[in-house]
């Protein structure tokens, strides 16, 4: 998803994205399914597996909102697919609720233990599977909103200074534990008071959020981030990056960004361009001083050497 868009997404309301919700209904028997099928598929958008194994493969490549569980599965049951999804990364805040013909207290409680959030018994009723499914839907994008609140900028959509902080040092014990290297841009745009002054603050606002966008584009690794650090600095963190690929990479930023050809009539080059200051360490470096500190360093020759260029 582009920085814009999930900026844009942080000011709607959780609420909207209830009409948009995928339910994956796992049942070995598909009569099962078409039942709850029947209550839910005016309201949402319900989805099928007949196996464990079905379900996680469609997890892993939809990200549905919640899902609805039998229990007793030839193969792996339910209770087995849904500690294997508890224990992935991309699935463990997936809502699983049971729905199971078993009755008895233990049996209950397995799917608890399990990671299960609610429990049904077959016959369901449809109110209550209504009104359940409703509930922890509820539940599960006001979660997924107050995350996002805390972890990306409002404005610009990228990562936040909080979110970068955490990051960062996660990357960094990583770097430590499995001798890898770490790279680190500051990216600052350049003669910015001077767009504010001249095209207003909310024209500002419009192009950080071009750049934010621009600047999502170039980092493709899962493992790299881009992040607002402050005002109208940016900050990529690279992870398992040589300083040579850095530097490659801070050349092809720094033309994405002069192609977007955003006018600027107040600075030399005429257009909106950034400088960049790069920062690296090998896994096995000793040096313990901030990747930040050195970037910053780096980003004020960067200034001093004319700006539109990256030093480090
Ligand atoms: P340099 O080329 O040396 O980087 O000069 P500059 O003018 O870009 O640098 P300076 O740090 O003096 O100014 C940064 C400006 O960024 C100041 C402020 O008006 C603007 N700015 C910071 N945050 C925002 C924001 O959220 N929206 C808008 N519109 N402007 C912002
Ligand atoms: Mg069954
Ligand atoms: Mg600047
Ligand atoms: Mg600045």
Known sequence: MSASLI??????????????AKILVVDDQPINIQLINQTLSQDYNVYMATSGKQAIDFCLNNQPDLVLMDVVMPEMDGLETCRQMKEMEELATIPVIFVTGLTEQDEEDECWEAGGIDFLTKPVNPVTLRNRVKAQLTLKFQTDWLRDLAYFDGLTGVY???Y?????????NHSKRCNQPLSLMMIDIDFFKQYNDNYGHLSGDDCLVMIADCLQSVFQRPSDIIARFGGEEFVAV???TEVEGVKLL???????????????????????TISIGIAHKSGNDLD?????????????????????TFMG
Do not use: M, W
């Open 288 to 308: 313990d001083s901030p990747l930040t500190l050195k970037a910053d360093q780096q980003l004020y020759k960067a200034k001093a050497n004319g700006r539109n």
């Open 250 to 272: 801070a050349q092809k930023t720094i033309e994405k960004v002069q192609s977007l050809n955003i006018e600027h009539n107040h600075s030399p080059f005429g257009i909106i």
């Open 7 to 20: 900026a844009k997404k942080l000011k709607q309301n959780y609420a909207a994205s209830l009409v948009q």
């Open 164 to 172: 970068f902080d955490d990051y960062y040092l996660r990357q960094i």
């Open 160 to 162: 936040n200074r909080r």
């Open 238 to 240: 690279l992870p398992d």
